[in-house]
C-alpha cells in the first residue's frame, strides 16, 4: 500500500508524517522506518523509529532510492511501515519517473508486506492521474 500527503509548503505535510510515525510506532508489532533527506525530525519521531537520511548515503534519483527502499526491506524482514519526507527532494520532480518509482514499490510493498507513506510537495492537480493507479492520497 502506497499512501501519498500532497500539499504545497507550509501546508503542514510533515506534521502529519510526524504523526503517521508516531502511530505507526505505537500500532506496529515490526520495525517502523521514517526517511529524509537531511536531519531535520530527529527531536519529532519517536526513538523507537528508525531515522534515515538520504544525503547521509548520497541517494538521487528515484532508482537509486529505490534500491535504498528495497535493501532495506531485505536486510529487515520485519519492517511494517516505511515514512519518507520530501520525497522530490529525493528523487526529482520528474512525473514519469515517479510514477515509475511508484510502480516498482507497489510490486515491493505487496511482496514484503509493507506500507508506504510519502509527502509530496505540489498541488494534487500537477499530478499526474497515473500516480492514483499506485497511490492513495490521505
Not at 40 to 60: F, G, P, Q, W
Not at 90 to 95: D, L, M, N, S, W
Not at 126 to 134: A, G, K, M, Q, T
Amino acid at each position: 500500500m502506497i499512501k501519498v500527503i500532497i500539499g504545497n509548503k507550509g501546508h503542514g505535510k510533515t506534521k502529519r508524517l510526524i504523526d503517521f510515525v508516531n502511530s505507526c510506532v505505537e500500532n506496529s508489532d515490526g520495525n517502523v522506518v521514517c526517511i529524509e533527506n537531511e536531519p531535520k525530525l530527529t527531536y519529532d519521531v519517536s526513538s523507537k523509529a528508525r531515522l534515515l537520511e538520504t544525503d547521509t548515503y548520497n541517494i538521487k534519483g528515484h532508482k537509486a532510492f529505490y534500491g535504498f527502499i528495497a535493501g532495506i526491506c531485505a536486510g529487515n524482514y520485519d519492517v511494517t511501515d516505511i515514512l519518507v519526507d520530501a520525497t522530490f527532494k529525493i528523487v526529482g520532480r520528474e512525473y514519469g519517473e515517479l510514477i515509475q518509482f511508484f510502480d516498482m514499490l507497489s510490486n515491493l510493498g505487496e511482496s514484503s508486506d509493507v506500507n508506504f507513506y510519502f509527502t509530496l510537495s505540489c498541488d494534487k492537480e500537477d499530478l499526474p492521474v497515473e500516480i492514483f493507479d499506485y497511490c492513495e492520497e490521505i
